[in-house]
Every structure is written in C-alpha cells, then in structure tokens.
C-alpha cells in the first residue's frame, strides 16, 4: 500500500512537472527555416516560433483538423483573427512587433502556440 | 488609426504562393519575370515562405501565368473570398460531422448492447474460463472500436502530452484507457485481484467515446448556427457585376471590378461595389447594413455601397471602392474580427483553463489512492471507477466555450441591427453603463438644421439684405448654423458675396466686413463684449430658445439689425429611444454648444433634465471626465466629428453614422442608422449577451465543481451513491453542447423598439 500511495504522489509530481514547471527551450526561427506551421490533433506544430522584432512578417497555417475549434487562429494582442480552410495554406500576415513573447490561439485555448519576438 | 484600412487593397498588393521554387537563385529569376510585366510596381519573393508578394494593378491570372511560363507554379493565398471561404468552411463541417457520426454509431454499435446487458443484471465478471474467453474476446473489439472511433482522442492526448500540454482529448483517453486497462487486467489475471473486483468496464470504454462524438457532432451542428450573422452579411455580397468596358455592358466577376470602372445596376439587383452614382436615380434599401427599414433616395453624386438593394431605378456608377476595401467588406471584417475576441469576463475561464486538465488528473489520482486507502472492499474496483469518472466528466469545453459562443453569436446580433461593435471588451463595458452623454446636434436632432424666424430690429435694412448679409458673413463658417442659413438663402436665389477680414471667434460667433460694413453675427455674448445694445431683443431671443431654436444676433456697424432664429428638428425617434434609455436605468445627459434656453428647450421635448450646455467643442471630453469622477461608467454619443477625444475617453465611445460609413474609427461602437433606437438596441444587445455569458459560464463552473467531486464518490460515504462513468461520459459530452444551444437562444433576442 505504502508503494502505492508512494507511486501516487511521485506521478502527481511528474504531472506539475511536466505540465508547468517545465519550460520549453527550443523555438523555430523563422529567419532560418521555411516553416509551415500544421494545426493538427490538437497542437501547433511548431508551437514555438521567432520572428524578427520590427519588422512585417508572416505565417503560414496549415490546417488538418476538422474541428471547428482549429478553424480560426486569434493573435489577440494585434487584433489578428484568421480563419484557416481546411487542408489550404493560409498566409497571415502579422505587423512589426516590439520584443516579447505573445500568444495565439483558437478561441477557446485548446491550440496554443508562442510567437517569440526578438 | 484607422484599422479598418489596415489591409491591404486586393488591387494594389497580393500574394501568391510559389510552388517548386527550390533554390535560393530561384527567387531573382521570378521577382524578374514579375517585374517585367506591365503594371507590377514591384515584386518580392520571401524565400522562407515561398510566398511573393506583388504591388501594383495587375490580376492574379496575369501574374500566376507569368510564373508558369519559367516553369514554376503559382497560386493566389488570401484572396479566396469570403464567400467560397463559408463555402469550403461548411462542406468541412459536414464532412466532419459525418465521419464523428460514423464513429459514435461504430462504438455505441458495442456499447449499448454491453449496457442493456449489464442493466439487465448479465454478470460483467471474470470466473469461469469461458467468461475469460468471451471478455478477451469483447476486450479487443473494444480495443478495435477505441482505434476506429476513438483514435483522435489517443493521438491528440499524445501529441499534446509532448507539447507539454493537455486538454479534453486527455481527459477522454486516460479515462477510457484506465477503464479498458483495468478490465483487461481483470480478464488475464483475475488472481491478482480480490474476487468481488473481478468487474470489467468494457461498456463504458464503448460508450463514453460514442457518446462523446455524438455530443461533438451536435456540437458543430449547433455551433454552424451560430455563425447565421455572419453569413448573412457575407450572402448581401454579389458574384458579378455588369461594368461598362469600351461602349459595352458586360458581366464580369466581382473581383475583377476596377476602381473608376462604370458600373450598371438595374432595379431589384444588389450594389455590387461602393461607388458614387453618375447617371440616372433611384431608391435604395440600405435596411440591411443599417437596420433603417426606409429606402434611401439617390441621385447623380450621391454615395451607394455593396450590398444594399436597387429599388426602382436604373443607374450607372464610378466604383470608388472595390474588393477589401467595400464599406460591406469592411464590416465583414470588423464583425468577424470582434466576434472572435474576449470580453475580459472570459479571463477568469481561460486561466481556469489552463491549469483544468493536469489539476483534474490530480484529482484522479489522489481519490483513487483515497479509496485504495479508506475505502470499502473491492477497494481496488472503486479507485478505478472514480479516477475514471472523475477524469470523464470534468469537461474543459463546457468553460472553454461559455464565452465565445455567446460573444459569436451577441456580435451578429448586433450587427443585424445596424450595430457594429468593435470587440469583446467594448461589448462587456457597454453592458454596465449607467450615464450616456448624448449630443444634441445630429444625434438628438437631425443635425440639419433650417432658419425659421428672422425678426428684424433695424428697418433700415430689407429681410433681403440681411439674408444676404448673414449668408455672405456665413458662407465661410464651418458650423452647422452656417449652412442653414447659407441654404436658406440660395433657396431664395439670393448668392452670397464676398467679405473681408473674416473672423471666427469660438464660442461667440463670427465678425468680418461686408460692402464697407462691420458685420457681427453671433451670440448674446458676441454683442456685448462689442458693446452692441440688445434693448428689448433679449427677451425675444429668450422666447425664441424656448421654443427649442437657436437665436442669432446680427449687428451691423455695432447697431443690432436682426435676431435669425435656426432650428434643428428633433429626429422623430428620439423621445422614444430615450425613454428606452431612462428605462433600463441610465441617467441620460444631453451635451451641446448651444445656448442654454434652446439647449433646456431640446431637452424638454425629448424627455431629458440634465443638460450641459454651451459647451466648448474641446470642453466636451471635460464633461464626460466629470461624470466618471461621480463614479459613472459613461457612454458617449456622438457624430464622431468633433467628438473624438470625448468617444475615446468615454468608457464606451458611440458614433451614430450616417448611413453607411463605417470609418467613424474613434468608436467602440458603431450605429450605422441615424436612429437613437440603435443606441438602446446596442445596450439590450450587449447586457442580454453579457448575462448569456454568465450563465454559461456559471453553468459550466456549477458543472464541473459539482460533478467532479461527485464523480469522485464525495457522496459515497452519505448515501451510497456512486457515478457511473457511462453517466458521466453522457453529462460531458452534453455540458459543451449546453454551453453553445445557450448562445444560440440569443438569436432569438429581439430589441424592444416600441
């Protein structure tokens, strides 16, 4: 029972481990890859992505999903809501950005990516 | 900033993706074979995106044809229309909904005969060697069923899980996956476990993933309804239009209309573009942009936009705006923009949700190790059934969804009425005002104001004369007043002339020379700081502005000539959209520059007691500042012209358009029809959808804090009660489906006009 109990809390640990206290390190550049970003079962991918500080930039969606959820990525901090076809590549266009890191989104969270500004 | 105008003008800059460009050196010899066509302003290639993107007039065709010719191969990205977008988006639904409907009909297929069996008292327990046989045997066709009608689930939870993330595909396959697991130990090694939890879950596995892709299904059923707004205003947009080119009408595609191209329009069919009307006149039913339900009447310079319906006449056209850039497209765009944006009362739901998943898998795991710890025998089948259960019925979506569904769906509403409000933050704040600032000229009144007396005080002169003077002084004012009297003399043929030394005094009035005279044209205040003596017009001008008009003192040579009375009729919806106002609480001020008495007499009319006026025009924001200093959440209305910063400081900036005009851009909100009606509807609309949200999201909050804990067998120990994780897998999948059929009852939400 002892093991039990024991194995319980250590896979409790693993969990807020794993879920917030480990943080991501690698990120996509964009100045150095040609990158598609594929919104598929569940995720981004990639999810982390930099781009040039100052500077227009653009992504490129591409979604595979079916579910309604996937079907419009939010960039809620420059008013940006696209919505993606299914299985066509959608060009977003994004304005120059200061520094920082920001999030998109579909509208309910489910997909979430990081965009790195620097 | 005008974010409207932001995007870039389908005409001027487009983008095509490149495909089969392989190589660095690729990316010179396309930009060349685009530069050299004729019309490309330039061309560039962003290699990282294969994507390039070209200024200048020339069409897609033209440019993905050039492209070919080197060998490569091209095609359009943003430039899919809305309409075949909506197209494609709802041939996706249905395809998806089709294949989640397969899917439940597979494991439901199992799951319910399994169910009915086990309601009917069949032993779901491992003794005998055949019972093994048999459960192995329901054991893998469960597992197939878990791979055909289950396997988004399991790749989605993974996929996720290596993200570091989780969301409700999580939840649904360690839950199934525990139950399947645990029964699956049960039929291979039954010894390892006390005999009375030899139980096997099987039925559950099979039915909480039919039933969940039955709750989605009906879930993008529902949730295509709530988009109804949207492709309305997107169905208002046409697919040809019949342009005049080289002396003949022809039928082209809708985006293939130039600017400055003349357009036809024959009774009964739509506008196809924006554009001013050059030849012929007509009526046109605008009711569908701006909720006014009577047509407007257009003649040679007047403005029409796309979308809105010819009526009687035939008319020709100069396209002034075409593609992106159509008043329509525009307020496709800012709908479907504010529609996807958050109020800040969906911040609370989305910090929840972040932390949801991994929390309920805490929980999961800590009331198994409870029951393993404290519970009754078999403690090992009640530990799995709670993990299970908890893990099935907390239901992430139901909170995901509570706001956007029913912002989605409160947006369109408003749109429908002629609102267009710009985000989800303006809607949530327009549904807790309690003052609204009204300004008079042009949002209580027409805005048009028309001389209606002229009492003359100095014989000397002709009504003539001083019409002529007035106009003359007059015809270099911006003010409204000015044009009132300006038109009114044209009316009587009579042409103003020139002056000199023109001077415009704010807040006072205006002073120039005329025909050797000094003219004075202005207020009370005007004629005494020049020492003009008033005598006995002071108390006619009294009994003027009583009578809710706007009296003008004319002086000539410092002598008082004249009082030209000007008076802006009342919009005849007014008294009753302000009466709506006060009746859903608000205390309702009204703003002017006029003088008191007229400003107090306006007032009167249409129902209101608190005034401030002559108010000067960069005073106006003061005002609104001095009601928040009283601890009001204050609206402000107006014309948008010069009432910008007094919009943009308010805690809900309202323009009141004329018509179609959707650049009023210092606005959270919008009302495209002239009617005060707008204004009320604006405020009935956002507090129905703010409590819409809360509901939903109380629903889904009362949900989840109630169920999970009962699901964890809280209840146990009181009564006996357990949950059934199929019960809790049919409560799951129909919470979301709660959550979006809610939104969806605010289509049903009507204003009250009367």
Redesign the interface.
């Known amino acids: ?1 002892m093991i ?2 024991l194995l ?1 809390l250590v ?2 640990g693993l ?2 481990w ?3 206290l ?1 943080k ?1 390190a690698k990120a996509v550049d ?2 150095s ?3 598609t970003i594929i919104v ?4 981004y ?1 990639p ?1 982390r992505i930099k781009v040039e500080a100052g500077k227009k930039t ?1 992504l ?1 969606f591409l979604r595979k999903d ?3 959820c996937a ?2 990525v ?1 960039f ?1 901090e420059f ?3 696209e ?1 993606l ?2 299985n ?4 977003v ?1 994004l304005p120059s950005m200061s520094p920082g890191e920001y999030l998109f989104h579909c ?4 997909y ?1 990516g990081t965009l790195i500004v620097d | 900033m005008n ?1 409207l105008t932001e995007g ?1 003008t389908r005409i001027k800059t487009q ?1 095509l ?1 490149i495909e089969g460009a392989g190589c660095a050196s690729c990316v010179g010899k396309i930009e060349i074979a685009l530069n050299n066509i004729n019309g490309v302003d330039s061309a560039e290639m ?6 390039v993107s070209i200024t200048g007039e020339v069409g897609a065709d033209v440019l993905i044809k050039a492209i070919e010719t080197i060998g490569y191969n091209a095609r359009s ?2 430039d ?1 229309s809305d309409d075949e ?1 909506l197209d ?2 709802e041939v ?2 249905q ?2 909904y089709t ?1 989640l409907m397969r899917k439940m009909w597979i494991a439901l297929g199992l799951g319910v005969p399994l169910m009915i069996y086990s309601i009917l008292g069949g032993p779901m327990t491992v003794e005998t060697s055949l019972e093994r046989g048999v459960w192995l045997f329901i054991g893998i066709l469960c597992a197939a069923i878990m791979y055909f009608a289950g396997k ?1 689930f399991y ?3 993974w ?3 290596v ?7 999580t939840l649904i396959a360690l839950g199934t996956g525990t139950a399947w697991i645990y029964s699956m130990i049960v039929v291979f090694f039954p010894m390892a476990l006390p005999e009375m939890a030899r139980h096997v879950y099987f039925e559950a596995t099979a039915m909480i993933i039919g039933l969940i892709n039955l709750g ?1 299904a009906l ?2 059923k529902a ?1 295509g309804r709530t988009s109804e707004a949207i492709k309305r205003l997107i169905g208002l947009q046409v697919k040809t239009a019949r342009v005049v080119r080289d002396q003949k009408e022809i039928d082209i595609a809708i985006d293939q209309v130039l600017l400055n191209d003349i357009v036809r329009v024959r009774p009964g069919e739509k506008i196809p573009v924006d554009g001013i009307v050059t030849q012929g006149h007509t009526s046109i039913d605008e009711s569908m942009l701006t909720g006014e339900p009577m047509p407007v009447e257009k003649v040679e310079n007047d403005e029409i936009v796309a979308g809105t319906l010819n009526k009687s006449g035939s008319i020709l056209f100069k396209a002034t705006r075409v593609g992106k850039d159509t008043a329509l497209a525009q307020i496709i765009n800012m709908v ?2 504010a ?4 109020p800040p009362i969906g911040r609370l739901a ?1 910090i929840i ?3 949801f ?2 929390v309920i ?2 929980i999961s ?2 009331s ?2 409870i029951w ?2 404290f519970g009754p025998d078999p403690t090992v089948a009640f530990a799995v059934i709670s993990a299970t259960t908890v893990l099935i019925i907390a239901c992430p ?1 139901a909170l ?2 509570a706001t ?1 569904m029913s912002v989605m769906v409160g947006v369109g509403k408003a749109a429908e009425a002629g609102v267009l409000i710009r ?1 989800g933050e303006a809607l949530q704040t327009a549904s807790k005002i309690t003052a609204m600032i009204l300004d008079k000229t042009g949002t209580i009144t027409e805005g048009a104001p028309k001389v209606t007396d002229i009492l003359i005080a100095d014989n000397t002169y002709t009504e003539k004369y001083i019409l002529t003077a007035a106009a003359s002084i007059e015809s270099g004012s911006e003010h409204p007043l000015a044009q009132a009297i300006v038109d009114s003399a044209i009316e009587q043929d009579i042409d103003p002339e020139n002056v000199s030394n023109f001077q415009a005094i704010a807040g006072h009035g205006v002073k120039a020379q005329f025909n050797g005279h000094q003219l004075l044209f202005g207020n009370q205040k005007l004629m005494l700081k020049n020492g003009v003596h008033l005598n006995g017009f002071v108390a006619k001008a009294q009994q003027l502005a009583d009578e809710a008009k706007t009296p003008m003192y004319l002086a000539i040579d410092k002598k008082l000539t004249a009082i030209i009375a000007v008076s802006d009729p009342i919009k005849k919806d007014s008294v009753e959209a302000i009466k709506r106002l006060q009746a859903s609480g608000i205390r309702v001020v009204m703003l002017t520059g006029d003088n008191g008495a007229t400003a107090y007499a306006v007032a009167k009319k249409v129902g209101i007691t608190e005034v401030f006026a002559e108010v000067l025009p960069e005073e106006k924001s003061n005002k609104v500042a001095e009601l928040q200093a009283q601890g009001e959440i204050v609206g402000m209305t107006g014309d948008g012209i010069n009432d910008a910063p007094a919009l943009a400081l308010a805690n809900v900036g309202f323009a009141i358009g004329t018509g179609t005009d959707v650049a009023i851009e210092s606005a959270d909100i919008t009302l495209m029809r002239g009617s005060l009606h707008g204004l009320a509807d604006a405020i009935a609309v956002s507090k129905a959808t703010l409590r819409n949200i809360k509901q939903n999201l109380f629903g889904a909050f009362i949900y989840n804090v109630a169920g999970v804990p009962f699901a964890a067998g809280l209840l146990y120990p009181i009564f006996g009660l357990m949950l059934n994780p199929v019960l809790a897998g049919a409560a799951m999948a129909f919470s979301s489906l709660t959550v979006v059929s809610n939104a969806n009852r605010l289509r049903l939400f009507k204003p009250q006009e009367h």
């Open positions: 029972m039990i109990n319980g896979l409790i969990i807020i794993w879920f917030w480990y991501p964009t100045r890859e040609n990158i598929n079962d569940g995720i991918q999810s653009s490129q079916g579910s309604p079907a419009t939010l809620p008013e940006i809501s919505e076809p299914l066509t590549t959608r060009v266009d509208p309910m969270k489910m979430s | 974010r870039t983008e993706i962003n290699f990282a995106l294969r994507t990205t943003n899919t977008l494609e988006k996706a639904d395809h998806y294949s988004h790749i989605g939870a996929k996720s899980f993200n570091h993330t989780a969301n409700m595909d989605l879930e993008v949730r479907k923009r529609q996807n944006s958050k989305d949700s972040a932390y998943v991994p898998m805490i795991i800590s198994a190790l393993l710890n979506c995901g969804l956007p985000n």
